[in-house]
C-alpha cells in the first residue's frame, strides 16, 4: 500500500519525517526516515512496535548500553567492487572498517545480551563473517592511524624507510642553511614556506642573488621570493621519485585488496543494511522521547480508541514556548464510524482532524503514538484528506473545483478499509448548493461503510448525522462566558458556530453584530441559540460527572483502606483464638497429668496412666480431618497489661479445668454410648441399662458390671 502524496502534505507527515531524519546519524537511514512508508500488513507492523519497544526498554535501562554506530555510505564501494578492474581508494576502505567495527559492536552486544533483548538478537543473529573481513582489511590498514601500514608489502616498507633518512638529511640540511640566511638577515619576516612538499627559503628578493638555491616562486607584490636550499635540490628530487614508487606501490596494494573483498561484497549489503535499520530504529526511539510516544495495543478489528491523542508537532512546538497541549479523545469502531465535529472557528476542528489523520499514518509506518497507555489502533488500508485551501494555479483550479475533483477520487477509491478525513466538508460553494451536494457525497460515503471524520458549519450535515445510526455529532466546546475556545473535543451533540460571539471576541461593535442578527430567519438564531444552550448543558453536567466521578473515587479508596484494615484485624483475632485455644490445651493436658499424679500407687507404674492419656490426645488427632498443630513458636498476642496479671491468668486455666470437668461428670452413660473399664484400654458399646447395672458388649463377648466400674469413651476422647 502506498502513502497518498496529498494527504502527506495535508497532515504534515513530511514534518514528521524530517524529525525523524534529524535523529539518524548516517546518510542512508536519513535518506530512509525522509521516504517513511507504511508497513505492507499488520503482522510486519506488530513485528516491528515489539522490537522497537525492546529497544525503547535498553534505552532506558541502566545497565545496557545499545551500540549505535555511524553506518557511512559505502555504495561507492560496492560499486568498484562490481567493476572488474575497480579499485578501492583509501577513503572507501576506511569506510568498510568502520562499518564492520560497527556492525562487529552491535552484533556482540545482541549475543552477550540474548536473554534480556531476544528480538535484537533474533534481528542480527543471521549475520556472520564480520572477522573474515575484518582480517584482510586489518592486514594492510594501521587502525589507529587509519592509513596504510608501512609493512603492508616489502616494498612499501623499503620505500618508506628510504624516504624518513631522505626526510631527516633535508630537514638537516634545510635547517642549516635557514641558521645561516637569517644570521645574513636576508630573511622575510615569515622565514620559510612549504609548496609541493619541499620546504622553501622566504627571501626579500633585493637579497635573492646572494641565496644559493633555484627560485621556486614570488609572492604576489614580488617582494618575497620562495627558493630552495641548492643542498637539497638532489634530495627533493630523490623524495619525489620515492613518493611515486610509493603512490605505485600503494596502488598494487589496494588492488589485492580490492579483489580480495569482491568475494565479501554480499557481506558488506548485509552489514550495511544491519547497520542503517537500527539507524532507523535508534532515531524513532530518541524522536519518540520527544514528545512522550508509546506503543498502542494493536486491535485485529476495527476499533480506534484513543486516550489523550495530541499532534506530535504541536506538542513538540508547546513544549518549547512551555504550553500546554490538550489531548482529545478519540474512538471508531464499526458501529460508530462517522464523527462529525463542527464548533467555532479556531475552535481546534481542523487540528483534532489533523491529529487523527497524522497519527494513524505513523502508526502503520512503525511509528511510536503521541496518546494516553491504554489507547488502542487498528488498520486502514488506505487513509483520505481533504483539509485546507488547495488551490491550484498550474491546472487553473479554484478550491471547489479542488474538493470537488478530490472528492470524486474518493468515490472511487473509498471502501470499509478507508479512513477519511474531510474538513469544512461541502464547503467553497453557495451555502444552501454546496451543503445539498455534501449531503449526498456523505450518503455515499457512509453507505460504502468507510471510516470518516469530518468537520463542517453545515446545519443539514449535522441533522443527517442524527439520523445515521453509526454515525455520532461532536463538538469542540466553547466558554460562552469568557468567549474563549476550549479547545476540547465532546462527542454526542453538534455544536454551534458561535458565529457571533467569535466576532464580538475580536472585536466587532455590538450593534454590527445586532444589524446582522436582524438579516437571519428568526429560526436559524433559535436553533443556533437552543444548539448554545444545549452546549452549556452539557458543560455542566460534564462538571457535575466530573465531580461524582471524583467523589467516586474517593469512596472507592476509603472502601478498599477499610477493607484492608478489617483483613489485618481478622488476622490478629485468628492468631489470638490459635494462640488461646492452644494453651487452654496445655492447661487442660496438663490437669489430667497433675490427676494421675495424685492418684499414684506406688504399686502400680506412672507410665501406664501417662500412656493412657497420650493413647486417648493420639486417637482424637486421628479422628480430626485436619488435626490441630500445636505451634512450639507460636507467640502469644498483645493484649492490655491487665489481661498479663498472673493472678489472672492462673484464674482463667482454672476455670478452664473446672468447666471440663463439671461436662464429664454432668454427663450420665447412656444405651449405646461407647465405654471402657476404668483403667483398660478396650472400649465396647452399652446395650442394656438397668439403674446402676449395665450390660456391655466387647468383641464377641457381653459383659454385666456397675456404672461405678466405667467410663464414658467419647468424653475421654
Known amino acids: 500500500m502506498q502513502l497518498d502524496h496529498q494527504s502527506k502534505i495535508d497532515l504534515e507527515f513530511d514534518s514528521v519525517c524530517e524529525s525523524l531524519a534529524g535523529y539518524c546519524k548516517s546518510s542512508k537511514a536519513k535518506e530512509l526516515a525522509l521516504n517513511l512508508r507504511y508497513f505492507p500488513d499488520i503482522k510486519s507492523l506488530r513485528k516491528e512496535f515489539r522490537l522497537l519497544e525492546e529497544i525503547q526498554t535498553i534505552h532506558q535501562s541502566e545497565h545496557l548500553n545499545l551500540p549505535h554506530p555511524n553506518s557511512e555510505d559505502i555504495d561507492g564501494a560496492l560499486k568498484l567492487l562490481r567493476v572488474e578492474n575497480g579499485v578501492l581508494i583509501l577513503a572507501e576502505l576506511i569506510k568498510i572498517y568502520k562499518l564492520c567495527v560497527g556492525t562487529k559492536q552491535l552484533i556482540k552486544f545482541s549475543r552477550d545480551n540474548k536473554t534480556?533483548?531476544?528480538?535484537?538478537y533474533e534481528a542480527c543473529v543471521h549475520i556472520d563473517k564480520i572477522d573474515d573481513v575484518l582480517d584482510i582489511i586489518k592486514g594492510?590498514?594501521?587502525?589507529?592511524?587509519?592509513?596504510?601500514?608501512?609493512?603492508?608489502?616489502?616494498?612499501?616498507?623499503?620505500?618508506?624507510?628510504?624516504?624518513?633518512?631522505?626526510?631527516?638529511?633535508?630537514?638537516?640540511n634545510f635547517d642549516k642553511a635557514l641558521r645561516h640566511y637569517r644570521s645574513e638577515g636576508f630573511l622575510d619576516d615569515t622565514q620559510e614556506t612549504l609548496l609541493e612538499n619541499r620546504r622553501l627559503l622566504s627571501v626579500n628578493s633585493s637579497y635573492k642573488k646572494r641565496v644559493k638555491g633555484r627560485v621556486v616562486g614570488i609572492s604576489a607584490k614580488g617582494m618575497v621570493t620562495y627558493i630552495e636550499p641548492a643542498v637539497n635540490?638532489?634530495?627533493?628530487?630523490?623524495?619525489?621519485?620515492?613518493?611515486?614508487?610509493?603512490?605505485?606501490?600503494?596502488?598494487?596494494?589496494?588492488?589485492?585488496?580490492?579483489?580480495?573483498?569482491?568475494?565479501?561484497s554480499s557481506n558488506l549489503k548485509a552489514f550495511q543494511r544491519l547497520l542503517v535499520r537500527f539507524d532507523v530504529y535508534n532515531a524513532k526511539v530518541r524522536f519518540a522521547d520527544v514528545y512522550d510516544g508509546i506503543k498502542p495495543k494493536i486491535n485485529k478489528t476495527k476499533k480506534m480508541y484513543w486516550e489523550q491523542a495530541i499532534h506530535p508537532l504541536l506538542k513538540i512546538k508547546n513544549t518549547e514556548l512551555g504550553l500546554e497541549t490538550i489531548g482529545q479523545k478519540i474512538e471508531l469502531d464499526e458501529e460508530t464510524r462517522f464523527l462529525v465535529i463542527s464548533g467555532p472557528n479556531a475552535g481546534g476542528k481542523s487540528i483534532t482532524l489533523k491529529t487523527v489523520g497524522l497519527v494513524q499514518m505513523m502508526f502503520q509506518s512503525g511509528l511510536f503514538l503521541p496518546l494516553g497507555g491504554n489507547s488502542q489502533c487498528c488498520w486502514f488500508d488506505n487513509i483520505y484528506s481533504d483539509i485546507g485551501d488547495n488551490q491550484s494555479i498550474e491546472n487553473q483550479l479554484s478550491t471547489y473545483s479542488y474538493r470537488i475533483n478530490r472528492?470524486?477520487?474518493?468515490?472511487?477509491?473509498a471502501n470499509e478499509n478507508t479512513l477519511l478525513l474531510l474538513d469544512e466538508f461541502g464547503s467553497g460553494s453557495d451555502p444552501e448548493l454546496g451543503g445539498a451536494l455534501a449531503e449526498v457525497f456523505y450518503e455515499e460515503l457512509y453507505n460504502r461503510n468507510t471510516f470518516a471524520i469530518i468537520t463542517t458549519?453545515?446545519?443539514?450535515?449535522?441533522?443527517?448525522?442524527?439520523?445515521?445510526?453509526?454515525?455520532?455529532?461532536a463538538c469542540m466546546l466553547f466558554d460562552t462566558k469568557s468567549l474563549k475556545p476550549?479547545?476540547?473535543?465532546?462527542?454526542?451533540q453538534p455544536g454551534s458556530s458561535f458565529t457571533f460571539e467569535v466576532a464580538q471576541y475580536n472585536g466587532i461593535a455590538p450593534q454590527l453584530l445586532e444589524k446582522a442578527k436582524l438579516k437571519v430567519s428568526e429560526s436559524k438564531i433559535k436553533v443556533d441559540k437552543l444548539t448554545v444552550a444545549l452546549q452549556k448543558e452539557k458543560s455542566k453536567y460534564k462538571k457535575f460527572n466530573t465531580e461524582s466521578f471524583l467523589a467516586k473515587k474517593d469512596a472507592n479508596k476509603t472502601i478498599v483502606d477499610y477493607e484492608k484494615k478489617l483483613a489485618a484485624l481478622a488476622k490478629k483475632q485468628n492468631t489470638q483464638i490459635n494462640y488461646f485455644e492452644q494453651q487452654t490445651k496445655y492447661v487442660s493436658m496438663g490437669s489430667k497429668i497433675y490427676e494421675q499424679i495424685k492418684k499414684h500407687d506406688k504399686a502400680k507404674p506412672l507410665n501406664t496412666a501417662v500412656n493412657k492419656i497420650v493413647s486417648i490426645e493420639k486417637a482424637k488427632l486421628r479422628a480430626l480431618e485436619k488435626p490441630i498443630v500445636l505451634e512450639k513458636k507460636i507467640k502469644a498476642p498483645k493484649l492490655p497489661v491487665s489481661a498479663l496479671d498472673k493472678a489472672a491468668v492462673i484464674k482463667i486455666e482454672n476455670e478452664v479445668v473446672q468447666a471440663e470437668e463439671k461436662a464429664v461428670a454432668q454427663r450420665e452413660i447412656k444405651v449405646g454410648d461407647k465405654v471402657r473399664f476404668k483403667n483398660q484400654t478396650k472400649t465396647g458399646e452399652v446395650v442394656e441399662l438397668k439403674g446402676k447395672k449395665v450390660s456391655v458388649i466387647i468383641g464377641?463377648?457381653?459383659?454385666?458390671?456397675?456404672?461405678?466400674?466405667?467410663?464414658?469413651?467419647?468424653?475421654?476422647?
Open 233 to 264: 635540490a638532489e634530495l627533493n628530487r630523490n623524495q619525489d621519485q620515492l613518493r611515486i614508487q610509493e603512490h605505485h606501490e600503494l596502488h598494487l596494494i589496494f588492488s589485492m585488496i580490492t579483489d580480495q573483498l569482491r568475494s565479501q
Open 140 to 172: 594492510v590498514l594501521n587502525e589507529k592511524e587509519l592509513s596504510i601500514k608501512d609493512d603492508a608489502s616489502k616494498n612499501l616498507f623499503a620505500i618508506r624507510n628510504q624516504q624518513r633518512s631522505n626526510r631527516k638529511e633535508i630537514n638537516r
Open 116 to 120: 534480556e533483548a531476544p528480538l535484537v
Open 457 to 473: 458549519h453545515y446545519a443539514n450535515i449535522k441533522i443527517l448525522t442524527g439520523t445515521m445510526p453509526h454515525a455520532v455529532n
Open 407 to 413: 472528492m470524486k477520487f474518493f468515490l472511487e477509491e
Open 700 to 717: 464377641n463377648m457381653t459383659f454385666k458390671t456397675t456404672l461405678s466400674e466405667l467410663e464414658l469413651y467419647d468424653v475421654l476422647t
Open 486 to 492: 476550549q479547545y476540547e473535543l465532546s462527542v454526542g
